[in-house]
């Protein structure tokens, strides 16, 4: 039970939610860090009924405290995927084949009620949002006052940190060729150019298309062509945002060696940095909106 209405501990149990999976721990904010102790990771059926999902939510968060036992948090932070009303803690997703049963409910109070919190102690972020703030906060973008980020997995995020407050800019949603950018720049772009290049499925995504580089040629050419198209859709918001480092985050990231090199080079001489935290960044991310005016943020 976290029965501290005064943020005095320093420590905020924090969660961040997967499409299949919810992660949870508690974070130190003065040091920025995630106790490894009480890291947690659960599998989550996104297309079960609500009270499934948030049942397996409840039972994450409830375990990651149990670690660590003798300490009391202030307050709850969750990095969630849009679309969601982050002030209120009400999801309105639908159409993206996850969580759709969770339209409309009131994920705040539902938490609020299972781990008898006051509404004031929980706080939602947009999980890029948080990827980003963690890395610009805690490792990657120390030392710079404009950061921008992007998230590349399943989608695409974005966000910009400017002096320690970070927001998100949400390019995912921005027209782009065809379509938007969302279309490009996640793992279904992949799959779909992978197919219309060779015919064949690519079942297990980027990681399944990196372990391919060295016998399959479309591979090299996929990723030549992924970098191009990144560098010339961020040029412009490069020099909207004026950032003095871009950090690449999300599972796409890991297979950087493949088109890191072409992006630097196109975005030159802006510097790249990849994320260092993994998915502990969305947790220290989400916490962090207890160190500052959370409406401002939000």
């Not at 307050?75 to 993206?96: E, H, K, Q, R, W």
């Not at 890029?128 to 992007?150: D, F, K, L, N």
């Not at 989608?155 to 400017?162: I, K, P, R, T």
């Not at 998100?168 to 992949?190: C, H, M, Q």
Request: hydrophobic share 40%.
């Amino acid at each position: 039970m976290i029965n501290n209405p005064v943020f005095s501990s320093g420590h905020i149990l924090t969660a961040d939610i997967g499409g299949s999976h919810i992660t949870a721990g508690i974070c130190d904010l003065q040091r920025a860090l995630i106790l490894p102790e009480t890291m947690v990771r659960a599998d989550v059926d996104s297309k079960a009924p609500a009270e499934a999902i948030l049942s397996s939510w409840t039972a994450a968060l409830k375990n990651a405290m149990n670690q660590h036992s003798a300490l009391k948090p202030d307050g709850l932070s969750i990095a969630m995927p849009g679309p969601f009303d982050y002030l209120n803690g009400v999801s309105f997703i639908t159409g993206l084949d996850k969580y759709e049963a969770l339209y409309g409910r009131d994920i705040k109070a539902y938490l609020a009620d299972k781990l008898q919190l006051a509404g004031s102690q929980i706080r939602f972020r947009n999980d890029a949002e948080s990827t980003i703030a963690g890395e610009a906060t805690a490792v990657a973008g120390r030392g710079y006052q404009r950061v921008m980020g992007v998230t590349l997995g399943t989608g695409f995020g974005s966000a910009v940190s400017e002096n320690g407050i970070t927001r998100d800019i949400n390019l995912g949603s921005n027209p782009y060729k065809e379509s938007v950018a969302d279309d490009y720049f996640s793992t279904r772009w992949f799959k779909k150019r992978y197919r219309e290049l060779t015919g064949r499925p690519l079942n297990d995504g980027v990681r399944e298309l990196a372990s391919l580089a060295n016998s399959d040629l479309a591979v090299g050419k996929i990723f030549s062509e992924y970098a191009q198209n990144m560098a010339g859709f961020l040029s412009a918001h490069v020099a909207v945002h004026q950032p003095e480092v871009l950090i690449i985050c999300g599972n796409i990231a890991k297979a950087g060696a493949l088109f890191w090199p072409q992006l630097q080079e196109y975005l030159a001489p802006l510097e790249i940095k990849t994320a260092q935290l993994d998915e502990q960044a969305a947790l220290i991310g989400a916490a962090a909106l207890f160190k500052t005016n959370y409406n401002k943020i939000i």
